[in-house]
């Protein structure tokens, strides 16, 4: 696991707050579970997710992503965030042999903080990193160690293995960007 804080230059970080956090047209799609592992999910188990890049297929072999049979989504699933997030932010950024996923996520605040259960989020070797956006008393617990949501924030992890996520109890949310690849 590496965190580094300060990722981004003030402007960039800015510039993603403004479109994603502030901007009045960046669309949020609500999910009532969490995760897979989540049999019955209590009343503040939801969130809302935003899929900008999926590459994910049924197989990945040697670095290399491929679609077998035309199953599942490839490539961009939203142009304008791509190229905003991808392109202009974060590619040169972020060492990649493939990139494989860009999700954004909004996390709901409630009367306490809640932890949500540990996922993985593919069941291959792959790397992770959870760009955050804003500050709250939320987390990213990762070998069971806490990674606090400190705007401008990256942790880079083994998304292979079990992490989770919280809401938050002092913000109106909690934002992230969230990047998986090989």
Known sequence: MKIIDDFLSKEELQTLQNTII????????????????????????????????ENAHEHIHHHIVYNHTNKGRIGITDKSYYNLIWNSIFSDKIE??????????????????????????????????????????????IEGKRVDSIENRIVFFDASKP?????TSNAKGRFNINFNFL
């Open 22 to 53: 502030f901007g009045k047209d960046f669309p949020f799609y609500l999910r009532s579970h969490l995760n897979n592992t989540d049999e019955e999910s209590p009343i503040w188990n939801w969130y809302g997710s935003h899929l900008i890049y």
């Open 96 to 141: 990649c042999k493939t990139l494989i996923r860009i999700k954004t996520n909004f996390y709901p605040n409630t009367d306490i903080l809640r932890e949500h259960s540990p996922h993985i989020d593919y069941d291959f070797e792959h790397a992770g990193a959870v760009f955050s956006l804003n500050t709250c008393d939320g987390y990213t617990k």
């Open 163 to 167: 992490h989770n996520s919280t809401t």
